[in-house]
């Protein structure tokens, strides 16, 4: 069946711009998580949504970063006036319920910030 | 705060050799997760170990798990080239409060020459 989505998969803003990610879970999948992957800081957590809700915000690196779920599926990740330390993947991963075994991740969105 | 140390974080290996990764982890994680990233992809699950003395195999690759040394291991038996990759382990703090994002290790690059 079809996996975890993102879009787009690559993006160039200009700093001090707002960007907003996309993330497409597996069909069924309650959970969904953020991470990003950058060179200097390796895979972090970002968010964790279940359903609708955000139980854990704890990873947003700042009140810059900002994430929704609608619907129980679709995640929109937003970055408000990035910066240049903002360039990384953003990792997008689902799972069936919180209990799941396995995060099943997306291709990513490769961020640039100039 | 769950902190997950790989090591070797390089390592360069002939077709036919057998090797170990190391990943250690500073507190209890309810489970533990092998993936395998290839250049330019997303990351792959391989294997989740949920308790103490848990072993787990998939062809050439077997994880094992021993929680009261904080400790899994990933072992490659006779290695072969399409088993170069970047191969992360990570954890879970299971805290019954939302806590389910995962916390990485900085990845194992695998080099496997003919």
């Known amino acids: 069946g079809a996996g975890v989505s993102q879009s787009p998969s690559n993006k160039v803003t200009e700093k001090g711009k707002d960007v907003e990610l996309r993330c497409d879970p597996i069909s069924g999948h309650t959970a969904l998580y953020w991470y990003r992957q950058s060179l200097g800081q390796g895979l972090e957590f970002l968010i964790y949504?279940?359903?609708?809700?955000?139980?854990?915000k704890s990873g947003l690196p700042s009140d810059r970063f900002s994430a929704e779920r609608t619907g129980g599926s679709v995640s929109t990740l937003t970055i408000q006036r990035t910066q240049q330390e903002d360039s990384a993947v953003y990792l997008c991963?689902?799972?069936?319920?919180?209990?799941?075994?396995?995060?099943?991740f997306g291709p990513g969105t490769r961020l640039l910030v100039l | 705060e769950l902190k997950v140390e790989q090591n070797p974080l390089f390592l360069s290996m002939q077709e036919g050799k057998n090797y170990t990764i190391y990943c250690n982890y500073s507190t209890t994680s309810d489970r533990l997760y092998w993936y395998r990233q290839d250049p330019g992809k997303s990351l792959e699950s391989l294997f989740v170990l949920l308790s103490n003395g848990a072993v787990k195999q998939e062809g050439r690759l077997m994880a094992s798990l021993d929680t009261k040394a904080r400790l899994s291991t990933l072992h490659i038996t006779a290695a072969v080239h399409d088993l170069s990759a970047t191969y992360f382990c990570a954890g879970r703090m299971y805290s019954g409060g939302g806590a389910d994002g995962l916390t990485f290790g900085k990845g194992t690059h695998l080099i496997i020459q003919p």
């Open positions: 991963a689902s799972s069936r319920m919180r209990a799941q075994e396995t995060q099943y």
């Open positions: 949504f279940q359903g609708n809700s955000a139980p854990d």
